[in-house]
């Protein structure tokens, strides 16, 4: 089992930057995809970016694109996402999940952490 525990999230203004973080744990995770999705008020939960465990290419949304970083530590076992330029739309509830490289669907889900950003 996967466990995963986002940390980082708070208020922030508009143009302000945050980092959030994913301490993962559990059974080996090497071959894991790590995602970080958001959830906004009324919203369907919506994919932000993606990596893979043991490198490769990295996956943005649009909205997101060249304002987040996605990020991964292995010594640390933890995975980043860098948020830059923020703007209101941006506030949401950021999830960590994760899946194993080749699945379709994240079976593994943190606890969420809290994004506003205010104007």
């Known amino acids: 089992q996967v466990q995963l525990v986002e940390s980082g999230g708070g208020l922030v203004q508009a143009g302000g930057s945050l980092r959030l973080s994913c301490a993962v744990s559990g059974r080996r995770f090497s071959s894991y995809v790590m995602g970080w999705f958001r959830q906004a008020p009324g919203k369907e939960r919506e994919f932000v970016a993606s990596?893979?465990?043991?490198?490769?290419?990295?996956y943005y949304a649009d909205s997101v694109k060249g304002r987040f970083t996605i990020s991964r530590d292995n010594a640390k076992n933890t995975v980043y996402l860098q948020m830059n330029s923020l703007n209101v739309e941006d506030t949401a509830v950021y999830y960590c999940?994760?899946?194993?490289?080749?699945?379709?669907?994240?079976?593994?889900w943190g606890q969420g952490t809290q994004v506003t950003v205010s104007s």
């Open positions: 990596i893979r465990w043991s490198g490769g290419p990295r």
């Open positions: 999940a994760a899946r194993v490289a080749g699945s379709r669907d994240y079976d593994h």
